[in-house]
């Protein structure tokens, strides 16, 4: 399973890269492995301004619906507009070409309260 060090990470199992005052969200390796094939990404929160723990959107899968959380307070400044035609990146590419929104953080500060990538193993009990 693939965890990359250099991101951070929440219990609801997204990924976030911080660069500057901007992340960028995804979901992780192991959630698309749950999830399974993912056939519809929709998120209808660009310019809109969200606090930590609000839904951004959903993923739907051939089995299932996920709510996606905001992992920081701020405005998604940025969708994926290539998952809406390509959700299969998300199983494929998930920390790449799957990625989910970008967000221009309100409060740097919350990032203290991610996981790391060792916290996130431990989580899901690799």
Same mark, same amino acid.
């Given at each position: ?41 929709? &998120? =209808? *929160?660009?310019? %809109? /301004?969200?606090?930590? +723990? ?11 619906? #996920? ?15 290539? &998952? =809406? *035609?390509?959700? %299969? /990146?998300?199983?494929? +590419? ?11 953080? #309100? ?20």
């Amino acid at each position: 399973m693939n965890i990359p060090a250099e991101l951070k990470y929440t219990k609801e199992h997204e990924w976030i890269k911080i660069d500057g005052d901007v992340a960028t969200v995804g979901i992780t390796d192991f959630a698309q492995g749950e999830l399974g094939d993912i056939v519809y990404v929709e &998120i =209808e *929160t660009e310019g %809109e /301004s969200l606090d930590a +723990d609000e839904v951004f959107g959903t993923v739907e899968a051939v089995k299932t619906v #996920s709510d996606l959380f905001m992992p920081l307070s701020g405005e998604v400044l940025e969708m994926n507009s290539g &998952i =809406e *035609t390509d959700p %299969e /990146s998300v199983n494929k +590419d998930p920390y790449g070409a799957g990625w989910m929104i970008k967000i221009k953080m #309100s409060d740097v500060s919350e990032i203290d309260n991610l996981l790391s990538a060792d916290a996130y193993k431990e989580l899901i009990g690799g």
